[in-house]
């Protein structure tokens, strides 16, 4: 099992930056791929960020230019930098972990994670 524990949401105006973490723990060695999946109510999960043991990474087309995604692995954490947020980008954003040895654009299409954090809520104001 994976444990993933999310941090760094909040409220911000449009324009504005923030940066999201998620710490790892339990069982990692078994993790090949992270990254960020957020969610608006009533609508479906989209793939915001992955990055892949093999080196892959995906960006969501609505995010791609303007967020980063980072991990540090002596830390166990996975970062997600956020530039230029707009009011669209409102949602919980979930940090998650999958096993498959899969590239980063499959799990960006599909949501196929296996491991999935509570959330943490970001809010863009206009």
């Known amino acids: 099992q994976v444990q993933l524990v999310e941090s760094g949401g909040g409220s911000v105006q449009a324009g504005g930056s923030l940066r999201l973490s998620c710490v790892a723990s339990g069982s990692i060695s078994s993790v090949f791929c992270m990254g960020w999946v957020r969610q608006v109510p009533g609508k479906a999960r989209e793939g915001v960020a992955v990055t892949c043991n093999d080196g892959s990474i995906s960006y969501g087309d609505d995010v791609a230019g303007r967020f980063n995604i980072s991990k540090d692995n002596d830390k166990n954490t996975l970062y997600l930098q956020m530039n230029s947020l707009k009011p669209e980008d409102t949602a919980m954003y979930y940090c998650?972990?999958?096993?498959?040895?899969?590239?980063?654009?499959?799990?960006?299409?599909?949501?196929?994670?296996?491991?999935w954090g509570q959330g943490t809520q970001v809010t863009v104001s206009s």
């Open positions: 998650a972990a999958g096993e498959s040895r899969l590239r980063a654009l499959y799990y960006i299409r599909s949501r196929n994670f296996n491991y």
